[in-house]
T-cell receptor, first 114, second 116 residues
C-alpha cells in the first residue's frame, strides 16, 4: 500500500484565495482525520470522518474551513478565503476500525498564505 | 474530555544514553496508547503502542510502560543514536462509551536531541 497520500506537498497562496487540500486514505481504513500542526499549538484535530460521515468538526477554527469526504478513497479540506494565520502544515491520517489501531499519517501539506 | 500531558518538552542526551518521555492522561476509559516519531519535514509515524491490559511492551531499543492506576505511560529509548533525534508524541484513545471513542488525543510533543 502506498500509505496515506496528500496533495499538494507545498502550497503558497495569496490572502483571500481559496485553497483545497486533498487526501487519499489507505484502502480499508474507515476513519479519516484532518490535523493542523503549528509551532504554537502543536497538533490540532480539525475534523474526522467515519465511513465518510463527519463525526466531530468541533476543531474546525471557523466557517472559512470546510471538509468533505465524497467517497471512501478521497477527502478534501477547503479554506475560503485564506488568511496568513492559516499558514501551517496540514496532515491527513487514516485508521482501521476498532479500538486498538493507531493512525497512519500522510506526509502533510505545508500551506503558506502571504 | 480527554487531556494528555507530555513531559519534558525538550530532551537532550548523549549518544548511548537512555531517554525517557512521560505522559499522563485524564480519561480512565482510555484503552490504547500509541507513540509517534516525527522527523523533520515528515508526518508522525507510529513506533510502538500499548493496550490497557498490558503493563509493558518492548521492541528492540524502545519500550513503553503503562500504569493504569496512576494514568501514566512512558516511552523509554535505550542506547540512543543520532537518528533517534526527532519529535515524539504520545497519544491516548478513548474506550467504548467514552466520548473519545475512535479519536486519538495527542500530547504536546517532546523534541529529543541525541548528541554524537
Amino acid at each position: 500500500d502506498a500509505g496515506v497520500i496528500q496533495s499538494p506537498r507545498h502550497e503558497v497562496t495569496e490572502m483571500g484565495q481559496e485553497v483545497t487540500l486533498r487526501c487519499k486514505p489507505i484502502s480499508g481504513h474507515d476513519y479519516l482525520f484532518w490535523y493542523r500542526q503549528t509551532m504554537m499549538r502543536g497538533l490540532e484535530l480539525l475534523i474526522y470522518f467515519n465511513n465518510n460521515v463527519p463525526i466531530d468538526d468541533s476543531g474546525m477554527p471557523e466557517d472559512r474551513f470546510s471538509a468533505k469526504m465524497p467517497n471512501a478513497s478521497f477527502s478534501t479540506l477547503k479554506i475560503q478565503p485564506s488568511e496568513p494565520r492559516d499558514s501551517a502544515v496540514y496532515f491527513c491520517a487514516s485508521s482501521s476500525p476498532g479500538p486498538f489501531y493507531g493512525y497512519t499519517f500522510g506526509s502533510g501539506t505545508r500551506l503558506t498564505v502571504v | 474530555g480527554e487531556n494528555v500531558e507530555q513531559h519534558p518538552s525538550t530532551l537532550s542526551v548523549q549518544e548511548g544514553d537512555s531517554a525517557v518521555i512521560k505522559c499522563t492522561y485524564s480519561d480512565s476509559a482510555s484503552n490504547y496508547f500509541p507513540w509517534y516519531k516525527q522527523e523533520l519535514g515528515k508526518g508522525p509515524q507510529l513506533i510502538i503502542d500499548i493496550r490497557s491490559n498490558v503493563g509493558e511492551k518492548k521492541d528492540q531499543r524502545i519500550a513503553v510502560t503503562l500504569n493504569k492506576t496512576a494514568k501514566h505511560f512512558s516511552l523509554h529509548i535505550t542506547e540512543t543514536q543520532p537518528e533517534d533525534s526527532a519529535v515524539y508524541f504520545c497519544a491516548a484513545k478513548g474506550g467504548g462509551g467514552s466520548s473519545n471513542t475512535g479519536k486519538l488525543i495527542f500530547g504536546q510533543g517532546t523534541t529529543l536531541q541525541v548528541k554524537p
